[in-house]
């Protein structure tokens, strides 16, 4: 979003611009208009004030040979005609301009046609009554005609230059009135453009001191950006570089420095440099890389080792992709991490594995040494007694005899013991997989492997129905044949045993003695007898290894069944939990969890 | 002349048990012959002979010297002249895992050397007068091996 507001910005700020230029030009073409009306009006009133001038000279030309002419018929002094000579010539001359001034006014050029006659024509009485005059008439009848005349002609002159005059006044006022209306509006309109600038202005400062605000904000965050990736290079142990392609120029992190060794920007970052930080055996390997990097413009995931100036190897992982910007420009964003810690405790963990499996075959070969080479002596200890009972009984004493039972059953006590051992090693959770089982065929078969000592007991053992669930079969089976066996063990003399299975369900919050577990549902089976019982305190000792309550002279048995019991339902993630009274019974309660 | 009698072969290397083999068959009331080898080597030399009768029933132990009783097996089930020698392992383990490789490489039966010597009588008893017939053709992991 925010880039999307700056490009926003930037297509805003270019019609701003476009709009400023424009009116700019219709600024500067309404001042041009402003003056260029300006500066004809002040011609068109020099242009009246030449004309003005010019009808001037032109009258007082003709004043002055008036006054001359008078002059000389006063005094008959020559003298007073001089000026008459030179106002004729003054005259020619004021007419010719003023045909000039008045080129393009038609009427004008009438005028002074008209105007050009009546000043011949006075200048022509002047010329008569001068003669009239140089002749001594000066009382003549005639002569006063002329002079009236002239009187006259020269007032209809004077008319006719004030008709001029008036106008060459109208012209102005006219071409006044016409620049008065069209300047009028000029001050208005440059007045609003101006206005309109302003606003302009005030939009594009408001407009680019949003952008600075959002540029900043960015700045900051790209600073912190920096400042933690910084800080996450010298955590994670890792360095960031960058190739920029068409250049070949490389940047390197100051963090990558520090993983070679070296202070950071102390040498020139180059190929050439860098490689001579290289492993010798893997120079080969990282130049093809790199040759392959720049040919395909990308680096895939390579190993290689790298020695630092004091000596110590490390292993350097490194991965780049190439980024290429808006403008084409294409850089390759490299990351190169010491992953020498991660190598050397996968290494550790290499080596415990080893020393883990060969603990493993230890035990299993310690697991065969005792199923076949520790029976196969005992086996043929029980033979060979069965053999001399059979055959030579009759040459035995009655001690020999007893000492025969007795080494009967220390040798069938070990071989239970070697058994029961040799279950438990095997009750191992990796062995089987679990899968659905049927819980009532499996205490069915249990029931079955203790037919006799139940047939011989009259026992009664009564089962709830067990839904299925996931298991080891022969382990589960295992299980109630120890705890069924257990039951009817420590059975009360002279009492056929009663035994109940019954099952539910329990939350694992119910379950005793367990904080925490992954599994909220428990199947819960129940084994409860109405047998000799234990002592609550030992609820806990009966499950550890070779953990008897009973001397075995009185109750045969190794100590290892139970341990077995809690191990398989440790196997299925369960709890075992026992619960005694003397005198009363036992209670076995297992928790299995549903999945 | 071999509908007489059944002919019984053992390779074990242990010579308490070759001893209880052998007097085991001489107190049953069964018309067999009764041959015994000290290792897999010994027995393999005297089958390969061209001319040797070969036994009806083969005891293998398996925890032998030089030649184990699952290698012995293993050329016998490749060697169609040995194909109707019916094969009864004849071990102190009954592992899992030695009951599994057995089984799968052809071994007709099971046996677990029993502690007594009565029950040994009874076992190889039962094995000589097994249908072996019936019994191979129905042999599944369950009735390999050979329980009392």
């Known amino acids: 979003m925010p880039f999307k507001?700056?490009?926003?910005?930037?297509?805003?700020?270019?019609?701003?611009?476009?709009?400023?230029?424009?009116?700019?030009?219709?600024?500067?073409?309404?001042?041009?208009?402003?003056?260029?009306?300006?500066?004809?009006?002040i011609n068109d009133v020099q242009h009246n004030y030449q004309v003005h001038i010019e009808l001037e000279k032109m009258l007082s030309a003709l004043k002055d040979a008036e006054s001359g002419k008078r002059g000389f018929i006063i005094s008959q002094d020559s003298t007073f005609l001089l000026p008459l000579l030179s106002s004729n010539q003054q005259i020619e001359n004021s007419l010719e301009e003023l045909k000039k001034l008045t080129l393009k006014d038609p009427q004008q050029q009438e005028n002074i046609a008209e105007l050009k006659e009546k000043i011949d024509k006075s200048l022509a009485i002047f010329e008569k009554t001068l003669q009239l005059s140089i002749a001594n008439n000066p009382d003549s009848r005639e002569f006063i005609a002329?002079?009236?005349?002239?009187?006259?002609?020269?007032?209809?002159?004077?008319?006719?230059?004030?008709?001029?005059?008036?106008?060459?006044?109208?012209?102005?006022?006219?071409?006044?009135?016409?620049?008065?209306?069209?300047?009028?509006?000029?001050?208005?309109?440059?007045?609003?453009?101006?206005?309109?600038?302003l606003l302009i202005l005030l939009l594009t400062y408001l407009q680019i001191s949003k952008n600075l605000k959002v540029l900043k904000v960015k700045n900051e965050l790209l600073e912190t950006f920096k400042k933690s990736t910084t800080q996450s290079e010298v955590i994670s142990k890792h360095g960031n570089w960058i190739w920029h392609v068409e250049e070949d120029v490389y940047e390197y992190s100051d963090n990558l420095f520090r993983l070679l060794g070296e202070e950071p920007q102390s040498f020139e970052p180059n190929l050439e440099n860098y490689l001579s930080f290289v492993h010798p055996d893997d120079v080969e390997k990282l130049s093809e890389h790199v040759s392959q990097m720049i040919e395909h413009e990308d680096l895939p995931f390579i190993h290689y080792r790298i020695i630092q100036k004091n000596g110590s190897i490390k292993h350097?992982?490194?991965?780049?992709?190439?980024?290429?910007?808006?403008?084409?420009?294409?850089?390759?964003?490299g990351t190169t991490a010491d992953i020498t810690d991660e190598i050397e405790n996968y290494r550790l963990i290499e080596k415990r594995n080893l020393e883990?499996?060969?603990?493993?075959?230890?035990?299993?070969?310690?697991?065969?040494?005792?199923?076949?080479?520790?029976?196969?002596?005992?086996?043929?200890?029980?033979?060979?007694?069965?053999?001399?009972?059979?055959?030579?009984?009759?040459?035995?004493?009655?001690?020999?005899?007893?000492?025969?039972?007795?080494?009967?059953?220390?040798?069938?006590?070990?071989?239970?013991?070697?058994?029961?051992?040799?279950?438990?090693?095997?009750?191992?959770?990796?062995?089987?997989?679990?899968?659905?089982?049927?819980?009532?065929?499996?205490?069915?078969?249990?029931?079955?492997d203790l037919?006799?000592?139940?047939?011989?007991?009259?026992?009664?053992?009564?089962?709830?129905?067990?839904?299925?669930?996931?298991?080891?079969?022969?382990?589960?089976?295992?299980?109630?044949?120890?705890?069924?066996?257990?039951?009817?063990?420590?059975?009360?003399?002279?009492?056929?045993?009663?035994?109940?299975?019954?099952?539910?369900?329990?939350?694992?919050?119910?379950?005793?003695?367990?904080?925490?577990t992954k599994y909220n549902v428990f199947h819960t089976i129940t084994i409860m007898d109405k047998g000799i019982?234990?002592?609550?305190?030992?609820?806990?000792?009966?499950?550890?290894?070779?953990?008897?309550?009973?001397?075995?002279?009185?109750?045969?048995?190794?100590?290892?069944?139970?341990?077995?019991?809690?191990?398989?339902?440790?196997?299925?993630?369960?709890?075992?939990?026992?619960?005694?009274?003397?005198?009363?019974?036992?209670?076995?309660?297992?928790?299995?969890?549903?999945? | 002349m071999r509908e007489d009698y059944t002919y019984v072969v053992l390779a074990d290397d242990d010579e308490d048990d070759r001893l209880f083999f052998i007097e085991a068959f001489e107190e049953l009331k069964i018309q067999t012959k009764v041959e015994?080898?000290?290792?897999?080597?010994?027995?393999?030399?005297?089958?390969?002979?061209?001319?040797?009768?070969?036994?009806?029933?083969?005891?293998?132990?398996?925890?032998?010297?030089?030649?184990?009783?699952?290698?012995?097996?293993?050329?016998?089930?490749?060697?169609?002249?040995?194909?109707?020698?019916?094969?009864?392992?004849?071990?102190?383990?009954?592992?899992?895992?030695d009951i599994e490789n057995t089984f799968v490489q052809g071994a007709n039966i099971y046996i677990k050397k029993p502690s007594a010597f009565n029950d040994l009588k009874k076992i190889l008893s039962d094995v000589v007068t097994i249908n072996w017939q019936y019994h191979t053709n129905g042999l599944n992991k369950d009735n390999f091996l050979l329980r009392l």
């Open chain 1, 451 to 516: 037919a006799e000592i139940i047939a011989d007991k009259k026992a009664r053992i009564i089962v709830d129905d067990i839904p299925s669930m996931r298991a080891i079969p022969f382990q589960i089976k295992q299980l109630f044949l120890n705890l069924l066996s257990n039951s009817l063990k420590y059975s009360r003399e002279n009492t056929s045993p009663f035994i109940t299975v019954s099952y539910s369900k329990t939350n694992a919050s119910d379950v005793p003695k367990v904080s925490h």
């Open chain 2, 36 to 97: 015994v080898y000290k290792d897999g080597i010994e027995l393999m030399c005297a089958l390969n002979q061209p001319e040797a009768v070969l036994p009806n029933i083969l005891f293998l132990d398996l925890n032998m010297p030089k030649k184990s009783g699952l290698e012995c097996l293993i050329e016998i089930k490749e060697n169609n002249r040995f194909k109707d020698i019916a094969i009864a392992i004849y071990s102190t383990s009954a592992s899992e895992e």
């Open chain 1, 146 to 197: 002329g002079f009236r005349e002239g009187r006259q002609t020269m007032n209809s002159v004077r008319f006719k230059i004030n008709e001029m005059t008036a106008h060459e006044n109208d012209v102005l006022g006219l071409a006044k009135e016409k620049s008065v209306r069209r300047l009028s509006n000029a001050p208005m309109l440059l007045y609003y453009v101006l206005i309109l600038s």
């Open chain 1, 316 to 333: 350097f992982k490194a991965y780049a992709k190439i980024l290429v910007d808006a403008d084409g420009y294409k850089r390759l964003l």
């Open chain 1, 533 to 595: 019982g234990f002592d609550q305190d030992y609820a806990e000792k009966i499950f550890v290894l070779f953990n008897r309550l009973h001397n075995k002279n009185e109750y045969s048995g190794t100590g290892i069944g139970l341990s077995i019991c809690k191990k398989i339902v440790e196997n299925h993630n369960g709890y075992i939990i026992a619960k005694g009274e003397v005198g009363v019974g036992a209670t076995f309660t297992i928790y299995l969890p549903i999945t």
């Open chain 1, 5 to 41: 507001f700056i490009s926003n910005s930037e297509r805003f700020l270019k019609i701003i611009f476009g709009v400023s230029l424009f009116v700019v030009l219709v600024m500067g073409g309404v001042a041009y208009r402003y003056i260029k009306e300006l500066s004809n009006s």
């Open chain 1, 356 to 448: 883990l499996e060969r603990s493993n075959k230890e035990l299993s070969s310690f697991n065969y040494v005792a199923s076949h080479d520790l029976q196969e002596p005992l086996r043929k200890i029980q033979t060979f007694l069965s053999r001399l009972e059979d055959k030579e009984k009759d040459n035995l004493s009655n001690s020999g005899k007893l000492y025969i039972e007795r080494i009967k059953a220390s040798s069938s006590r070990m071989r239970s013991l070697i058994d029961d051992l040799l279950q438990f090693s095997r009750t191992n959770k990796s062995e089987e997989a679990l899968e659905d089982s049927n819980i009532n065929i499996l205490i069915e078969a249990a029931k079955t």
